[in-house]
C-alpha cells in the first residue's frame, strides 16, 4: 500500500481493508501507525542483513575479499529488487527519521566482516564501524544513480568491489 499509494495516503483503515483484519487486531499489535512503519523498517533491515550473511556464509571459505565482494553484491541485488518499498517507508517526504546507520543489521554485519579482515591481517581498517557506515551509504548513492540511469546490477558491483577493495 505505501508503494501504492504513498505513505501518507495509506490510512490505518486501508492496512487493515488490504490485511483482511479487524482494526482491533492492527491495535493489538501496533501501539499506533508510526510503531507499525518502524516495524517494517527494522524487518526491512532485518531482511536486507539476513540476505548479506547468507551471501558472506556461502563464501566462507574463500577469503575476506571475496565475502566483502558477496556482501556488495548481495545488498545492491535486494536493494534495486526493493526500492519502491524502501524508498516508501525511508524516504517519505512527511516523516523525518534520523537513526544511527552504524547501528543497522546490514553496516553491523558489514563492519564485524571489516574488523574480521583486519584480525587475519588482510586489511588496514582504523574504524570498522565508521568504514562500514561510509561503504554502505557511497553504495546506497550508487545503487540510487543505477536506479535512476536504468542500469542493473552488473554495472555496479565490480566497479564498488574494487573501490572497496581499495578502501580496506
Known amino acids: 500500500l505505501f508503494v501504492e499509494q504513498g505513505m501518507v495516503a495509506t490510512s490505518i483503515d486501508h492496512i487493515v481493508d488490504r490485511a483482511?483484519?479487524?482494526k482491533g487486531t492492527f491495535?493489538?499489535?501496533?501501539q499506533d501507525r508510526a510503531a507499525m512503519l518502524e516495524a517494517l523498517r527494522c524487518r526491512y533491515s532485518q531482511h536486507f542483513a539476513e540476505v548479506a550473511l547468507a551471501a558472506i556464509?556461502?563464501?566462507a571459505g574463500q577469503g575476506h575479499k571475496a565475502r566483502l565482494e558477496a556482501w556488495i553484491d548481495a545488498?545492491?541485488?535486494v536493494y534495486l529488487g526493493t526500492y519502491a518499498l524502501h524508498d516508501a517507508i525511508f524516504h517519505d517526504p512527511a516523516i523525518c527519521h534520523?537513526?544511527?546507520m552504524g547501528e543497522e543489521p546490514v553496516v553491523k554485519l558489514l563492519a564485524a566482516l571489516l574488523e574480521e579482515g583486519v584480525a587475519a591481517g588482510e586489511w588496514d581498517v582504523d574504524d570498522p564501524v565508521g568504514s562500514a557506515v561510509c561503504m554502505f551509504y557511497g553504495l546506497h548513492g550508487l545503487v540510487d544513480e543505477t536506479i535512476a540511469a536504468g542500469a542493473d546490477a552488473d554495472a555496479i558491483v565490480p566497479c564498488l568491489t574494487r573501490l572497496y577493495g581499495n578502501m580496506v
Open 27 to 30: 491495535y493489538h499489535y501496533f
Open 98 to 100: 534520523r537513526w544511527v
Open 20 to 22: 483482511g483484519v479487524a
Open 75 to 77: 545488498v545492491v541485488r
Open 57 to 59: 556464509e556461502a563464501n
